[in-house]
């Protein structure tokens, strides 16, 4: 038999080398092998971290404005009561929507605006009535009944009084 002649098999001596080099070297290589248990202990400890990391920025965030609302709170408290309006007059609190009730502010509101809050809240507009109060701008809100402490819910009716002048 020539080298050249084919072979029982129907290939050439170079094919043949060829195919048994290809079958070795796939039967060589070793199947890679995962440590799965040490990629989940990896994957929990990092995510633990993460979650460590986010809870003390909002910690350190949180304590920084309950420090900035201290010291604001105490320049607010020092100010003289004869210029100080009364926000809670014109102030209502709107339940139902979140866990704890809304503080909606009126004050100093023309009435197209706070209509507008009403629209907004689903609440009616009650009665209108205009009153006398030092140091306020004419046409403003002054005072709404129910006023805080007292929740309001939507539908709920609420009367305004407005600034005369």
Do not use: W
Request: proline share 7%.
């Amino acid at each position: 038999m020539s080298p050249y002649e084919p072979r029982p098999s129907g290939c050439t001596p170079f094919e043949e080398e060829l195919i048994d080099a290809m079958k070795n070297f796939a039967h060589s290589t070793n199947a890679p092998a995962f440590d799965t248990a040490g990629m989940v202990h990896r994957t929990r400890r990092r995510r633990t971290t993460l979650i460590a990391g986010c809870a003390a920025a909002l910690m350190v965030a949180g304590g920084g404005t309950a420090l900035a609302s201290m010291t604001a709170g105490s320049e607010t408290s020092a100010k003289p009561a004869a210029t100080t309006v009364d926000h809670n007059r014109a102030t209502f609190l709107l339940g139902g929507l979140t866990k704890e009730p809304i503080a909606v502010d009126l004050t100093g509101m023309d009435l197209a605006t706070a209509k507008g809050q009403f629209i907004k809240a689903q609440l009616k507009l009650g009665t209108i009535v205009k009153v006398t109060s030092p140091g306020c701008k004419p046409t403003s809100v002054v005072e709404v009944t129910p006023h805080s402490p007292k929740i309001v819910s939507r539908g709920d009716t609420v009367n305004v009084k407005l600034c005369e002048g």
